[in-house]
């Protein structure tokens, strides 16, 4: 279990310590990134919590985007911006994925990525640092169970890939269980706005999922980063919503 968990982390954020490409053997605990996804969104929410306290919101605003983005090595971004070319763009599977896979960004990408980050700034620097710091590590978990989610029920489409390690097709299940009992405890912490987070992450991941399943016939890494990085918005979103009180 300390060997998955680490790889799980080592798979989802910059910090070191596991194998996440498998290659010690060790099965990826994917049940535990709703876990390593409230973590992040933890460290995040006290970034703001600590700048919002000495200087303006929107600083300490732009401090917990940079800090999301920092500690997960802009991995859901990337996801983001490759899917957003590859998925928006014209052709048909098979050129779709080449597009994804082409390290240079084109403009689907880039608009994409600006506009999750700027929605991030903006639903951030409107909450309270209380309300921020439950809807970071909330918005965490939930995104991260929505890629979870993914990775369950979802085809991987590509023949070779770091995706390949996480749609293994070991345990879907029971790691989907465990991670939804992981986001239920997390989701404690503010559960009518969580609740209403859920919904709309849902829906978010299922507008993905159809136009992956249309367009490429499953599933990749990247789409599963792009699922990440919309379900995060949509959270944050519910939570800097001034009518739920």
């Known amino acids: 279990m300390v060997r998955s968990l680490r790889a799980a982390v080592s798979f989802l954020t910059v910090i070191p310590g596991g194998n996440a490409d498998g290659s010690a053997g060790e099965r990826l ?40 983005t920092l500690l997960t090595g802009a991995l859901h971004l990337d996801g983001l911006a490759d899917s957003a070319d590859g998925l928006l763009g014209r052709g048909d599977a098979e050129r779709r994925l080449a597009i994804m896979r082409d390290p240079r960004l084109g403009t689907y990408g880039v608009v994409a990525v600006v ?7 903006a639903a951030i620097a409107s909450m309270s640092p209380t309300r921020a710091l439950a809807g970071l590590i ?10 979870l989610a993914v990775l369950a029920a979802v085809p991987y489409v590509r023949e070779t890939g770091l995706g390949n390690i996480a749609f293994d097709r070991r345990r879907r299940g029971a790691d989907l269980l465990a991670g939804v009992a992981i986001t239920a405890v997390v989701c404690a912490i503010d559960w009518r706005r969580a609740a209403v987070a859920v919904l709309l992450v849902t829906i978010s991941t299922l507008a993905v999922v159809a136009l992956a399943r249309r367009r490429l016939g499953g599933a990749t890494g990247d789409v599963c980063g792009a699922t990440a990085e919309i379900g995060q918005v949509a959270a944050l979103l519910v939570f800097a919503a001034t009518t739920l009180r």
């Open 115 to 121: 506009i999750v980050l700027a929605l991030e700034f």
């Open 29 to 68: 605990g994917r049940a535990y990134f709703p876990a390593i996804g409230a973590a992040v969104g933890l460290v995040a929410g006290l970034v703001f919590v600590v700048v919002a306290a000495i200087a303006t919101p929107l600083l300490a605003a732009a401090a917990a985007v940079a800090t999301l």
């Open 138 to 147: 909330v918005a965490g978990a939930l995104s991260r169970l929505a890629t």
